[in-house]
């Protein structure tokens, strides 16, 4: 017999042993879910959008709860009547229709959509399959033995969905009136095969019903025991418990899924990370996007370059099971192809994220950065208080506010030289839609802002909302009357406290490596011979050693999304759109590993917006020596978290 893969004593044991008992739920089977009665909210949840809910609105409100109790109630029946508490799914259903009073055929419906929703989220158990092989290939008897209430016939289907198409019988306590428990089942089992029950082995995940119990009447037992699931550390931003709870639940019973498998121990380390963290993130954006489009009806969708690639792949995926399908575009924008063709009036906070970043640029590298000559305005820059074009510009700078000031007219002039090709661009991909959705990354709102400067739709004529993964509270500044911003997890800094403790330490740019297309950024636009436009990308590759890592990171997270619609593509996206997708997300960028600290510390990121030439590591590690000047790496690092814990470092150097 090949046992591989098996741990010696468990061969040992199914050598030594005539009769081979596997619990079923937890052992054989897993279902994507954190804990069993979490199956209970997703009902809920699968009907709240639909119109037969208005049946008992008030009842399908409570349902998880008073699914519980009446499986209590059902139990106190017949123990009281049969000395027995197995109860059948119909029993529990008979109950839960006299403690709701509800409708007696919508009664029916919520269990035919309980048994649907436990075969979707159904999976075999790579552990609990190796040892049936096992047992089977050694010509044991095999028996299927579970403490449950739902009927033999349907864990029938449910052991062959799963690939446990073999058996020498099936024992269900809710149609044997004995249970594993009780310790009542085991005997029956050994005497119905003629074997002695010390010739028994029972193996299962419950410590009392398949451990203890089988000890108790004289079996041998192995327990086998799931990885605990994981507690949640993204603030709670004032989502309803429910909701929180159940989105939460489904990610970490896809989590696990791959954790128990021998495919998460061998995964590549880029797609681990894009599996376990960028994958529930991106699934949740992609779940509120659905839930937008479904409210807002667009005509028409524009994913704007670089960071919706990911997104263009899948966002079809979530439509669809919605009856949705609007016409989706992937434009080529940046924030140095369209914000200074977007001014048509005049105001420096739309400039002045240029003049940020961690290593600092002198005067004249700023004006060329804006497409003027530096050499012709040598007497604005000295009457702004510099001295000359070679003084270096520090982050937040009074002088710079003077400089700019000074020179709006002929940072006008250039923007009207350069607006007609980018302007043709944006009404080229609008077209004629008069409902547009704007989907990108986000932050402070540039580019819808400069969007919409150049689109200058008239009041009234063409609606535009933009949806982001998150909206800074200085994203008001970039407010277009007549149109709309939306961030999922921040919706302009609120919660404020999600903001600071998120994208300010290394979030944007942990978010903006994963979401990394392969392909450069928009420098500009060029004219066809056939009079459209199209984008003029950037070939360097200065860029390429992250675009190959990100490549492998949403490959994983590719994987997460396909195995969640796997289980959940029934359940309706408004209902799952939580913002504890972002939960695994949130504990890299403040709380990670050495590991991941060591995998990701040496990215590389833009050193200011819209400017890719200059790149710096996002958490260096400091060489041994360097001590005195960690407090300054620390302050220019993106990475906040990553760079003390690579460097050792238990807090914020002094």
């Keep these: 017999?090949?046992?591989?893969?098996?741990?010696?004593?468990?061969?040992?044991?199914?050598?030594?042993?005539?009769?081979?008992?596997?619990?079923?739920?937890?052992?054989?089977?897993?279902?994507?879910?954190?804990?069993?009665?979490?199956?209970?909210?997703?009902?809920?949840?699968?009907?709240?959008?639909?119109?037969?809910?208005?049946?008992?609105?008030?009842?399908?409100?409570?349902?998880?709860?008073?699914?519980?109790?009446?499986?209590?109630?059902?139990?106190?029946?017949?123990?009281?009547?049969?000395?027995?508490?197995?109860?059948?799914?119909?029993?529990?259903?008979?109950?839960?229709?006299?403690?709701?009073?509800?409708?007696?055929?919508?009664?029916?419906?919520?269990?035919?959509?309980?048994?649907?929703?436990?075969?979707?989220?159904?999976?075999?158990?790579?552990?609990?399959?190796?040892?049936?092989?096992?047992?089977?290939?050694?010509?044991?008897?095999?028996?299927?033995?579970?403490?449950?209430?739902?009927?033999?016939?349907?864990?029938?289907?449910?052991?062959?969905?799963?690939?446990?198409?073999?058996?020498?019988?099936?024992?269900?306590?809710?149609?044997?009136?004995?249970?594993?428990?009780?310790?009542?089942?085991?005997?029956?089992?050994?005497a119905e095969h003629g074997v002695p029950l010390d010739q028994v082995l029972h193996i299962g995940d419950n410590w009392h019903s398949d451990y203890m119990m089988a000890y108790k009447v004289g079996c041998h037992a192995i327990l086998l025991e799931l990885p605990p699931p994981r507690d949640p550390v993204f603030p709670g931003a004032g989502e309803p418990a429910f909701y929180r709870h159940t989105a939460f639940s489904t990610i970490q019973g896809v989590l696990r899924r791959k954790a128990v498998t021998a495919e998460s121990a061998g995964m590549d380390p880029?797609?681990?990370?894009?599996?376990?963290?960028?994958?529930?993130?991106?699934?949740?954006?992609?779940?509120?996007?659905?839930?937008?489009?479904?409210?807002?009806?667009?005509?028409?969708?524009?994913?704007?370059?670089?960071?919706?690639?990911?997104?263009?792949?899948?966002?079809?995926?979530?439509?669809?099971?919605?009856?949705?399908?609007?016409?989706?575009?992937?434009?080529?924008?940046?924030?140095?192809?369209?914000?200074?063709?977007?001014?048509?009036?005049?105001?420096?906070?739309?400039?002045?994220?240029?003049?940020?970043?961690?290593?600092?640029?002198?005067?004249?590298?700023?004006?060329?950065?804006?497409?003027?000559?530096?050499?012709?305005?040598?007497?604005v820059v000295r009457s702004a208080g510099y001295g000359s074009l070679d003084e270096v510009v520090s982050n937040g700078e009074p002088r710079m506010y003077s400089l700019l000031s000074r020179l709006y007219e002929p940072l006008l002039l250039e923007a009207a030289r350069r607006r007609p090709l980018p302007q043709k661009y944006v009404r080229q991909c609008a077209g004629d839609a008069r409902r547009l959705m704007l989907v990108d990354i986000g932050w402070v709102g540039n580019m819808q802002s400069s969007f919409l400067r150049l689109l200058e739709p008239r009041a009234g004529d063409i609606q535009v909302r933009g949806h982001y993964v998150g909206l800074f509270a200085s994203a008001r500044e970039n407010d277009y009357p007549g149109h709309t911003m939306e961030g999922w997890l921040t919706h302009y800094g609120d919660p404020i406290g999600?903001?600071?403790?998120?994208?300010?330490?290394?979030?944007?740019?942990?978010?903006?490596?994963?979401?990394?297309?392969?392909?450069?950024?928009?420098?500009?636009?060029?004219?066809?011979?056939?009079?459209?436009?199209?984008?003029?990308?950037?070939?360097?590759?200065?860029?390429?050693?992250?675009?190959?890592?990100?490549?492998?990171?949403?490959?994983?997270?590719?994987?997460?999304?396909?195995e969640y619609l796997a289980a959940y593509e029934g359940i309706p996206a408004e209902a799952l759109a939580s913002r504890v997708w972002g939960n695994e997300f949130y504990r890299l960028v403040t709380q990670p590993t050495l590991e991941e600290a060591e995998l990701l510390g040496d990215l590389t990121h833009s050193d200011s917006a819209g400017d890719t030439r200059r790149r710096l590591p996002i958490a260096p590690r400091i060489p041994a020596g360097d001590a005195p000047d960690i407090s300054q790496a620390y302050d220019r690092s993106f990475w906040k978290a990553g760079f003390l814990v690579r460097n050792g470092l238990p807090g914020r150097p002094a």
Aim: proline content about 4%; aromatic content about 10%.
């Design 1 to 190: 017999m090949d046992n591989s893969g098996l741990p010696d004593d468990i061969a040992r044991q199914i050598s030594t042993h005539s009769l081979i008992s596997l619990d079923i739920f937890d052992t054989l089977i897993l279902r994507a879910v954190a804990a069993p009665t979490d199956v209970f909210s997703l009902v809920k949840l699968a009907w709240m959008t639909r119109r037969e809910s208005l049946v008992d609105p008030a009842a399908l409100e409570v349902f998880p709860a008073l699914r519980v109790k009446a499986e209590q109630s059902a139990r106190a029946v017949k123990q009281k009547e049969c000395g027995t508490p197995e109860v059948t799914l119909d029993e529990i259903y008979h109950q839960f229709a006299l403690l709701s009073g509800a409708d007696p055929q919508w009664v029916a419906a919520l269990k035919e959509t309980e048994l649907d929703l436990e075969m979707r989220v159904a999976y075999a158990n790579p552990a609990g399959r190796r040892i049936w092989e096992a047992a089977l290939a050694e010509q044991k008897k095999v028996v299927f033995c579970s403490d449950m209430y739902l009927p033999a016939a349907f864990i029938t289907r449910l052991l062959e969905k799963c690939g446990y198409d073999r058996h020498h019988g099936l024992y269900v306590s809710c149609e044997h009136a004995k249970s594993k428990h009780e310790c009542t089942i085991f005997a029956h089992m050994a």
């Design 270 to 379: 880029w797609e681990k990370i894009g599996y376990e963290i960028f994958g529930p993130l991106l699934t949740g954006y992609l779940l509120w996007l659905a839930a937008m489009v479904q409210r807002n009806r667009p005509e028409k969708i524009l994913l704007f370059a670089r960071d919706t690639h990911f997104l263009n792949r899948h966002l079809r995926r979530f439509l669809h099971p919605l009856g949705l399908d609007p016409d989706i575009e992937y434009v080529y924008v940046s924030r140095g192809s369209l914000l200074l063709p977007s001014f048509t009036d005049f105001q420096l906070t739309r400039l002045w994220h240029l003049f940020s970043g961690r290593s600092h640029k002198t005067v004249a590298d700023h004006l060329r950065r804006l497409g003027l000559n530096p050499e012709l305005f040598t007497n």
């Design 498 to 562: 999600l903001e600071l403790g998120m994208w300010w330490v290394g979030g944007v740019e942990l978010l903006e490596f994963a979401l990394c297309a392969p392909h450069g950024t928009t420098l500009g636009y060029a004219l066809t011979e056939s009079g459209e436009v199209e984008p003029i990308l950037e070939s360097s590759d200065i860029d390429a050693g992250c675009r190959e890592f990100s490549a492998r990171v949403q490959k994983g997270a590719g994987q997460f999304l396909e």
